[in-house]
Structure formats: structure tokens, C-alpha cells
């Protein structure tokens, strides 16, 4: 019923204008999904490759799709990537691209769960791991700078997180407020501020103020609201370390590893922060080791660069315990069967997977699902910008769907 009857791909826009690679899959029982790859900025050094989407596109079209049509089920995940990473034949998706890997791939579940008649969340959760128990509470992205922005601040993202709210639409709308709530502190300091390319604000002031500017935000709309907000940070402190140098460089400011370690520390005292994502370089299993140990039990310490989504790197991570959560980007490592293994690993370490969008995103909302479907404590979308709020507002009604 859900064998694989037709593969299509095409070229379409992400959110910075750039093109990427969309899947169509289409089963013998009429089942269909449509999902289209995003793409990072701030990308790690081990991340699955992506090829230019023409070149990707062509070579799915001549080694997957033959594998794939009249071969395999689309309900059956597992088989549908085994095919995947047969047809590509590498390690890193070198040869099909993990960004058309990663479209068909979730095209496929879509379908897959199209054909049965379930929503994509109860799809995933049954492929994989059973049904749903939580919801996850989105991250907003409200002051962005590094490679998300210039002429802002060293770190990439300040990220709202309203952990008391009761429901997923009071957070979302909570991150939505603090947001506003950012543009209208920084306008009463008078200071101009464009978006940067995920939507979040980018003022030209540096670390030290973002840090005021949010907490005061976040304190307004708390106050308003009456459940707890919190922050967080994507520091993307790989963006920031000069290995030759062996130091971190923030604006003026230069940290040595050690210092940079105490820097964070006392960041997550001070603001009580609730995730700190990426707060050393990717290359520092050593140093995140010594970092979650000192604040693992009042923060989320999350690899992203230092894991990408990657068993075998999340494997050494938890050896040194070097961080106690691995954020999950399907399209690092190439297909939605690989994204679950890591969060599979990471809970049998007793560690939290955090799901994650990418700075150039489509209206694609499969992540939403994901992090549903894995139990995911936090989800990360962004807050404004329509391929933002395709998730948030996904995330709403799979919670109404589910009840």
C-alpha cells in the first residue's frame, strides 16, 4: 500500500533567496508528501556535504530514485534511508547531497503517513519510538548577530524560553511578545535596529547590552503574561575561535579557553539562563566536558556544531561528558532515520535532544512533528518570518490535534 511509486525534485527558494532542493514522493495508494531541504549559515566543520541543488537534484534523480520507486515503502522509514545511503555510497552524503537525501527522505515519511491516514508526528512516533508523552517549548530568536547578522553581536542568537507556560500556543505567542518587547526596549534606548536572516532583531550594540535588552524584555512580557520566562544563547563559539591563536574573539574582547569557560558560567548564574547552545568550539570535547560539570545541572548545555547530529561524535561526547543535550538538524546528517539514532543515543546517555531549523528555512514543517514525535524538551523555529511561523503554528495544532 506504500510502496514508493513516483519521486519528483525540483528547485525552489529558501528563506534567503537562495535555491534548494524540494522532494516530491507519491505511493501506489495515492499517499503523497512534499518536502523541501533547508540550509545553515553557521554551519560545523563535520556536517553532512551539500552539493549545489542542480547537482544534487541530478544525482538523486540517477541513483536514488531507481532505488527508491517500485523498491521500497514509504512507511517504512528505515528502508526508504537504507535505500538513500546505498544509492549515495559515502559517509557524508557527498555524492547524492544530504540536502536532497534530507528532502526525500521527509517527503517520504510524509507520504508514508498520507497513505495510512495519520497525522506525521503519530507517523514518526510509531516508525520509531511510540507515541508522543510531551510537547516541546519553541526557543524564540529575538537579538541574532554572528553569521546570522553583521554589525551586531558576537553572539549568534538571544533565544526566548517561556518554560512556565502552560500550553505550546501560550509559548508561542509568549515568544511573539518578547520579541515586540525587544523592539520596544531598544527603542526607548533609542537605538535603530534591521532583522537579521532569521527574523530576529539586530541592533548594533554589543554582548553586554543584548544581555540587558532581553532580560528587560523577558521580565516585561513574564510580568504580563504570569508564568516564567526564561533565555537562552546560541554563543556559535566555533564562529568566534582562532585556533592559531587559541583564543576566543568577541568584538574588542579576547578569551582564553579557560576564560571563556568562566564567561559562560557566569552567564548562567547571572540570567539564569535555560540553554546554552555551542558555548565552546566544535573541536573542545574536553572543555564542554568541564563546562557541564560545573552548570549541567541548572542548564541545558547542547552541541550543535560540536555533535551534528553525528552517533558516532555524540558517542565520544558522552565518553568525556562533555554536554548534557545534542541539537538535531535533520539535513547535518542526511536523512530522518539518522536524526532519530542520535536522539535515541543521546536518551539512553540520559541526555535531552533539542530539534533545530536552519537559518535558510522553507515553509516546510516537519521539524515540528519531529520534535513531537522524539519528545523533544525544546524546539527551536525562530520567532516571526513566514517559514518561522509555519512551525510555531504547526506546533499549535498537532497540541490540538493531540488532546
Same mark, same amino acid.
Given at each position: ?14 528563506? !534567503? =533567496?537562495?535555491? *534548494?532542493?524540494?522532494?516530491?514522493? /507519491?505511493t501506489?495508494?495515492? $499517499?503523497? +508528501?512534499?518536502? %523541501? #531541504?533547508?540550509?545553515?549559515?553557521s ?5 553532512a ?14 541513483h ?55 497525522p ?8 520509531? !519510538? =511510540?507515541?508522543? *508523552?510531551?510537547?516541546?517549548?519553541? /526557543?524564540?530568536?529575538?537579538? $541574532?548577530? +554572528?553569521?546570522? %547578522? #553583521? ?8 533565544l ?33 535596529a ?124 558522552i ?85
Open positions: 500500500m506504500t510502496l514508493v511509486e513516483a519521486v519528483s525534485l525540483r528547485r525552489v527558494l529558501d528563506s !534567503r =533567496g537562495n535555491p *534548494t532542493v524540494e522532494a516530491d514522493v /507519491l501506489e495508494a495515492g $499517499g503523497f +508528501g512534499r518536502a %523541501a #531541504a533547508p540550509s545553515g549559515a554551519t560545523g566543520e563535520f556536517e556535504v551539500e552539493r549545489p541543488p542542480s547537482e544534487a537534484i541530478a544525482a538523486a534523480r540517477e536514488a530514485v531507481p532505488r527508491l520507486v517500485g523498491a521500497v515503502h514509504a512507511g517504512n522509514q528505515r528502508e526508504v534511508d537504507a535505500a538513500l545511503h546505498a544509492a549515495d555510497g559515502t559517509d557524508d552524503f557527498s555524492e547524492l547531497g544530504a540536502n536532497a537525501a534530507v528532502a526525500i527522505s521527509m517527503a517520504a515519511a510524509k507520504a508514508g503517513a498520507d497513505t495510512v491516514g495519520l506525521l508526528f503519530q507517523h514518526l512516533g510509531g516508525s520509531f !519510538r =511510540g507515541a508522543q *508523552t510531551t510537547f516541546p517549548t519553541p /526557543l524564540g530568536n529575538v537579538v $541574532g548577530g +554572528g553569521e546570522h %547578522a #553583521a554589525e551586531a553581536t558576537a553572539i549568534q542568537e538571544f526566548a524560553a517561556p518554560v512556565g507556560a502552560p500550553s505550546v500556543a501560550e509559548a508561542v505567542f509568549a515568544n511573539a511578545e518578547v520579541h515586540a518587547a525587544v523592539a520596544d526596549v531598544l527603542d526607548e534606548r533609542g537605538i535603530a534591521a532583522k537579521g536572516d532569521e527574523g530576529a532583531w539586530a541592533p548594533p550594540i554589543d554582548d553586554a547590552e543584548a544581555f540587558e535588552v532581553v532580560d528587560e524584555a523577558v521580565d516585561r512580557v513574564a510580568e504580563a503574561r504570569g508564568f516564567e520566562i526564561r533565555f537562552g544563547l546560541d554563543v556559535a563559539a566555533s564562529e568566534m575561535y582562532d585556533a592559531d591563536a587559541e583564543v576566543y574573539r568577541a568584538g574588542d574582547t579576547e578569551r582564553t579557553p579557560a576564560e571563556q569557560r568562566d564567561w559562560i558560567a557566569g552567564l548562567v548564574d547571572e540570567y539564569d539562563l535555560a540553554y546554552v547552545e555551542d558555548p565552546l568550539d566544535e573541536t573542545d570535547f574536553d572543555g564542554f566536558a568541564e563546562l557541564t560539570d560545573r552548570v549541567g545541572d541548572r542548564t541545558l548545555v547542547c552541541g550543535d556544531d560540536l555533535f551534528v547530529t553525528n552517533v558516532e561524535r555524540l558517542d565520544r561526547g565518553e568525556t561528558g562533555a554536554g548534557n543535550s545534542i541539537l538535531i538538524k535533520p539535513n547535518q546528517i542526511g536523512t530522518l532515520t539518522d536524526a532519530f539514532d542520535a536522539v535515541e543515543r543521546a536518551h539512553r546517555a540520559g541526555m535531552d535532544a533539542v530539534v533545530s531549523h536552519r537559518s535558510g528555512e522553507t515553509e516546510d514543517t516537519t521539524i515540528a512533528h519531529l520534535a513531537v514525535a522524539t519528545d523533544a524538551p525544546f524546539v527551536k523555529t525562530g520567532t516571526v518570518g513566514g517559514e518561522r511561523t509555519a512551525k510555531l503554528n504547526e506546533l499549535v495544532r498537532i497540541a490540538e490535534d493531540a488532546v
